[in-house]
């Protein structure tokens, strides 16, 4: 999994030199972070049981190569915190799963600071922690997926959203992704088959 995501990081970097340099445009390098509101849409799995949505972050590097006027190619590379809760007459049991996403986005300009954003995103499963809480304490469980085989290691996705620049540095993020592809094809009590869903709220600072 590590190797995928640096030759995904390379892939990205390389597009963005080559579209800077054919369109003889900057290109801009920033960072960003913020919060995630993320839960799940079950399959036809084992999956009754109802959940909530889970508070976490984001964070990562950002790439604006401006191609038109009112176009930009604009690659993400993120660590992001994805996951939901269950509760039940026994206690409460949340799961949260750890991801390195890849947007690949477009952003077109709709006017003033307003950009609407869109594209597909790939994501790469590091790690997942359930915790269950009861009246009596909590168990936790760690799993890193280099050493199991329960949850695809890479997930197909799409991101829509906006981005609201209030100067050339600084913008505001506001999106949806929905992962494309189940986490996995034979769902049961224990691991669930779903697709992760979260919306993301967050700020951008450009250099």
């Known amino acids: 999994m590590k190797k995928i995501f640096i030759l995904a990081i390379a892939l990205l970097s390389s597009a963005g030199i080559a579209n800077a340099q054919s369109t003889a445009k900057p290109i801009k390098f920033g960072v960003k ?14 999956n009754s049981f109802k959940t909530d949505y889970l508070v976490g972050y984001h964070a990562g590097i950002t790439l604006d190569i401006k191609l038109l006027d009112n176009l930009a190619f604009t690659p993400e590379a993120l660590y992001s915190t994805k996951g939901y809760k269950s509760t039940s007459s026994v206690g409460q049991f949340t799961q949260t799963t750890h991801f390195i996403d890849i947007p690949i986005l477009a952003s077109i300009k709709l006017g003033g600071g307003l950009n609407l954003v869109a594209g597909p995103q790939v994501s790469f499963l590091m790690s997942t922690k359930n915790t269950f809480e009861t ?11 280099d050493d199991s085989d329960r949850f695809r290691k890479s997930l197909v996705g799409g991101v829509i959203g906006f981005r609201y620049d209030f100067s050339n540095k600084i ?18 009590s224990q691991t669930p088959e779903y697709k992760n869903q979260v919306f993301q709220v967050g700020l951008g600072l450009k250099f």
Do not use: C, H, P
């Open 33 to 46: 972070a913020g919060a995630n509101f993320s839960n799940i849409i079950k399959g036809n799995g084992n």
């Open 135 to 145: 009246g009596f304490g909590t168990a936790e469980q760690k799993i890193v997926e």
């Open 171 to 188: 913008g505001l993020n506001g999106r949806y992704a929905l992962d494309f592809q189940k986490n996995n094809e034979n769902g049961s």
